[in-house]
């Protein structure tokens, strides 16, 4: 649902919010780890909350066609999670009347995208990733901040990075756990099955084969991240269980996507949005 400023339905303000992420299109702000989470058009100037709403109800629609396909023996399993695109609200409509006081006082009205936070992983993941990664004389302070509570892990496949290298030359000054990138190398060490890493790089490739065939959409800068399933999910199709307990792959931030077309001319968007992509 889009408000462009009228009052569809009546609801409750909502609580107070605290930041739980930022990126080039603005900030993400929450009250709670689950419920909602609201990205605020206060980043880059050439960003936009309109496209990011309008691709995410895109690719929503594409897997809901998608799974609609008889697909018979070549169903795949597990599938990939989306947040729940909720409304696009505008910097006039008449929400921000009842919600601006959900942000702190210098914050004024803007575009903002209201959808499902992802969770983010509970305390005992966070312990395994701080223990085994961060300094030493760091761990105290990670594991009290509020800020990285908010822990969602980037799975880099294709890379390897030794972080205990880092660790003897106390080479590390920063460390987060918001989109922690977790390598390749740090899966080895982390006995992340095999199997489990190719479920991840399926659901990469079958969610970038359905944006780009069925959704005619080019994948440029979105982001996978693991984290805990949705409330809903089917046990035998959604979660994956390892060393990092229960999780899903999420996809998530469209605002740089682009329409692709189904000739070659799209194929060579689409490769180009993928190499220029995190890896």
Partial sequence: MQDKGSKER?????????????GFCGTVWASSERGSAYK?????????LQNDYNIHQRVLQSLR????????????????QVPDCKRFITADSDWWASNIQAFPSRYTACNVLESQRIPPFPGRMRSLLVHKYCPPQMVDDI????????????????????????????QIQVFSLRNFP????????LDIPL?????YARIMARTLA?????????????????????????????????????????????????????????????????????P
């Fill in 210 to 278: 359905i944006m780009h065939w069925i959704g005619n959409i080019d994948g440029s800068d979105i982001e996978f991240v693991l984290a805990p399933p949705n409330e809903n999910s089917r046990r035998s199709v959604d979660i994956i269980l390892n060393c990092l307990g229960e999780h899903s792959v999420w996809v998530l931030d469209f605002d740089c996507c682009k329409d692709m077309s189904v000739d070659d001319a799209g194929v060579r968007r689409a490769v180009t949005a993928f190499w220029q992509n995190d």
């Fill in 10 to 22: 009546s609801e409750e303000p909502i609580s107070k919010l605290r930041t739980i992420g930022a």
């Fill in 40 to 48: 605020r058009e206060d980043g880059g100037e050439f960003r936009s």
């Fill in 182 to 189: 977790l390598h390749a190398s740090q899966m080895d060490e």
């Fill in 195 to 199: 199997e489990d890493r190719r479920h």
């Fill in 143 to 170: 594991m009290e901040s509020e800020a990285n509570k908010d822990c969602l892990i980037r799975p880099y496949l294709g890379r390897h990075r030794r972080w205990s290298e880092f660790r003897t030359f106390s």
């Fill in 65 to 80: 066609k998608f799974e609609n396909l008889d697909q018979g023996s070549h169903a795949m399993n597990p599938q990939i």
